[in-house]
């Protein structure tokens, strides 16, 4: 019989793979990312917190600084000056873009962009993290959500 991995469990590996201390506001603040289908506001992770855990807000912005330096988590800006988080896979790549929905906010992770699409910096630069945010409408707000999927190629939207 194969065991049920659960956010939580999940949670508890990345955090021991770390080498440093598995606490209930570090497995439960990560589960949580790791479990959404999107990026969290830090009102959002506490608001999803069982209440009973007495998780504190200053325990919750520690909590997700912790799990950025560790790369279990990654914070994500927005023009709204609200900071969002959501889970780090093992492949993370600080290359990646991001997609914010202009209508409800919704911020998904989209795929790591190739080397050979990254800006390239003047010598003696040392670039560490690329942050590219697409603005437009997610699936739920697009009023064309029932026809064929949008992708924008060379600025021109292509119908698939």
Same mark, same amino acid.
């Given at each position: ?67 950025? %330096? ?13 900071? %969002? ?53 997610? %699936? ?21």
């Amino acid at each position: 019989m194969t065991a049920t991995h659960t956010p939580a469990s999940n949670a508890e590996d990345l955090i021991q793979a770390t080498g440093e201390r598995i606490t209930v506001a570090r497995v439960r603040v990560l589960s949580l990312l790791l479990a959404a289908p999107r990026a969290l506001t830090h009102h959002e992770i506490e608001q999803g917190l069982d209440p009973s855990l007495r998780i504190d807000r200053v325990t919750v912005y520690r909590t997700l600084e912790w799990l950025t %330096r560790q790369h279990l988590a990654h914070k994500i800006s927005s023009d709204d000056r609200v900071w %969002r988080f959501n889970a780090a896979p093992a492949e993370h790549d600080a290359r990646h873009a991001h997609f914010k929905c202009t209508n409800c906010g919704e911020v998904i992770c989209l795929e790591d962009l190739p080397a050979k699409h990254l800006p390239r910096v003047p010598v003696g630069y040392l670039p560490e993290v690329l942050e590219v945010t697409i603005k437009g409408l997610c %699936r739920e707000c697009c009023p064309q959500r029932n026809g064929p999927e949008t992708a924008l190629v060379n600025d021109r939207p292509l119908n698939r």
